[in-house]
């Protein structure tokens, strides 16, 4: 399973249910890693989407408590980690990516090998962080982009890979 986001400085990751800042090439790389993939996210951040709905071109799964909860455009509703692990076994070629938020990245990246990083050359107001993979024994990055910058903010995309 990969897991991609985007985190400042500090590996801050969001503020009050938003992205820290918009980079529109960090968006771009977002869809083009996730586009006809399976994507992996909580209740909030589907609601935190546009149109509260699924992303367009993906396979939707939503983890929620809530046994109640239905939202246009996501496929499946799953309420326990067994649950997932078992949907996702039954479909393994399919490339998965977890998408947030903060806890459902917490609660699934042990199941990642790999992991997806737009570093933000900046820092911002947050309440909501990644665990710092430089200092995580158990990844190394395997790839780094070059230096971009959109709207005055620069960044850089990394590929972290599991030490097996």
């Known amino acids: 399973m990969n897991l991609i986001l985007a985190a400042d400085k500090n590996w801050a990751i969001g503020n009050k249910g938003e992205l820290l800042c918009h980079i529109p090439g960090d968006l771009k790389f977002f869809k083009e890693k996730t586009q006809g993939k399976t994507v992996v996210m909580g209740r909030a951040t589907l609601e935190s989407l546009p149109g509260h709905k699924g992303l367009p071109g993906r396979r939707n799964i939503v983890l929620t408590g809530n046994r109640n909860f239905t939202a246009e455009g996501v496929q499946m509703f799953i309420h326990d980690l067994d649950h997932l692990k078992d949907e996702l076994a039954k479909d393994p070629g399919d ?6 938020g903060a806890s ?3 609660m699934l990246l042990p199941l990642c090998d790999t992991c997806y990083i737009t570093k933000i050359d900046a820092s911002f107001p947050a309440d909501r962080y990644f665990v710092d993979l430089d200092a995580d024994k158990d990844f ?4 780094q982009s070059d230096m971009k910058e959109d709207n005055g903010i620069q960044y850089r995309f990394f590929k972290y890979e599991r030490v097996k």
Request: glycine residues 8%; aromatic residues 24%.
């Open 104 to 106: 459902v990245y917490k």
């Open 140 to 143: 190394q990055v395997t790839w």
């Open 95 to 100: 490339d998965v990516f977890v998408i947030g």
